[in-house]
Structures are given as structure tokens and as C-alpha cells.
């Protein structure tokens, strides 16, 4: 199990395609992202997601942990009605575990099936270092001048690159850690309507897991 502190966002190591170059360019976030995305080995995550429905929403909390291509685990941690709910994934075989209802759900995944993490959007293609691909489908404009983006709990904000995506499924606005290219908040809109907002309260790249992190406990 990975370790998570608040000081992740500020001690992530940096990756190459995020440095100045040598002329003092600004990279560029869209080949700095999908860069970073291919190398991707491990992914940890703490994530706040948010749920629009009209006027009012809903709020959820995970720690999610993904190793491409097919390793995952979800913990919910908020609110208290899901506090403790896990998924897992490992390669075909499914696991999930309701403890409110002591119910436990082993399924075989088949060619095809939905993943429970696609519902992230782009988080979820860039984790499975699919971030090119998704790209290379989509109309993407990129924000001229960075931002400043304030995290929950952390003093400094964000420097982020703006990245907007656009495809036959909608619109997605995407903030990179410009220290990074790692995503920290995707928006997910239907037509004008925010759908779901993605926030990544805290990450580590490439760290290392023990293979009973992901084990499918027997039945």
C-alpha cells in the first residue's frame, strides 16, 4: 500500500517533459501529458468527485489505485453511507464489497465490459496511458496563459495548464500540474451542463505496490 500525504502534489518528482528547456520554452501540455501517460507504471490517488444533477449534487470520496493495464483498486471513504465500500479489479476478475449490506460480488469481466473507472473521463485515459488516444479523437484547445488553482488543505495554489477537449461525447476542461503534466481536476460537461466534477486532492507517480494490494479475496 502507497502512502499518501497533502505534500504529494508539492514532492511528485518531476519528469523530464516538464522542464524548461534549454532555449526557457514553456513545454508544451498537451506532449508533456500524453508523455507522462505512456511512462505511467503506478498511479495513487486520493479523489473528491462531484456529481451535478440540475441544481443540486452530489459528493463522493475514494482513494484510487490503478498499475496499467489492468490493476485497480477503489476504497470509498465519504460520505459515512459509503465509508468503506471497495472494488477491485485484477486483470478478468472483478471483486466488490458492500459493508452496510455485507455483500460481496465476484464477477468475471468479459471483452467489452464497462470499468468502473471510466466514469472519471479523462483521469481514467490517462491512468491506462491511453491520454494520446483520447486526444487524437477530440478537437483540444489549450489555454494561452496558466492559471492558479487552489487545492483543499494546500497553502500554495496550483500553477495548471488549461486544456479543453472536445468530442462527440461532450466537453471536458482539464487542469495539469504544470510541475507534473499530472491532471489535479477534470470538468465533465453535458451540452452547457456541468455533469461531474473530478478533483485529485492528492497523487503519487509510479510508486511501487505489493501484488496482494490487488488480490480478489476467495469466496
Known amino acids: ?17 516538464a522542464a524548461p ?4 520554452q514553456t513545454p508544451d501540455p498537451l506532449e508533456a501529458v500524453c508523455d507522462l501517460s505512456r511512462s505511467l507504471t503506478a498511479y495513487s490517488a486520493t479523489i473528491r468527485m462531484t456529481q451535478h444533477h440540475g441544481n443540486d449534487h452530489s459528493v463522493i470520496e475514494f482513494t484510487f489505485d490503478f498499475v496499467p493495464p489492468d490493476r485497480m483498486r477503489i476504497e470509498y471513504t465519504a460520505p459515512a453511507s459509503v465509508d468503506g ?12 464489497y458492500i459493508p452496510s449490506l455485507r455483500r460481496h460480488v465476484w464477477q468475471t469481466v468479459g471483452d467489452g465490459a464497462s470499468n468502473p473507472g471510466e466514469d472519471m473521463g479523462f483521469l481514467f485515459d490517462f491512468v491506462t496511458r491511453a491520454a494520446f ?12 496563459t496558466r492559471e492558479a488553482f487552489e487545492l483543499p488543505d494546500v497553502e500554495e495554489p496550483l500553477e495548471v495548464d488549461v486544456l479543453t477537449l472536445l468530442s462527440e461525447t461532450g466537453r ?14 477534470i470538468s465533465i460537461y453535458g451540452g452547457d451542463n456541468l455533469a461531474m466534477e473530478i478533483l485529485v486532492l492528492d497523487y503519487l507517480l509510479n510508486g511501487a505496490f505489493e501484488e496482494a494490494w490487488f488480490a480478489i479475496p476467495e469466496k
Open 1 to 17: 500500500m502507497i502512502q499518501r500525504t497533502r505534500q504529494f502534489l508539492v514532492l511528485v518528482v518531476l519528469v523530464l517533459v
Open 21 to 24: 528547456s534549454a532555449l526557457g
Open 85 to 96: 465500500q471497495r472494488i477491485l479489479l485484477n486483470a478478468d476478475q472483478f471483486y466488490s
Open 133 to 144: 488516444e483520447a486526444f487524437a479523437e477530440a478537437d483540444v484547445q489549450i489555454s494561452e
Open 172 to 185: 471536458q476542461i482539464i487542469r495539469l500540474n504544470a510541475q507534473d503534466a499530472a491532471p489535479v481536476e
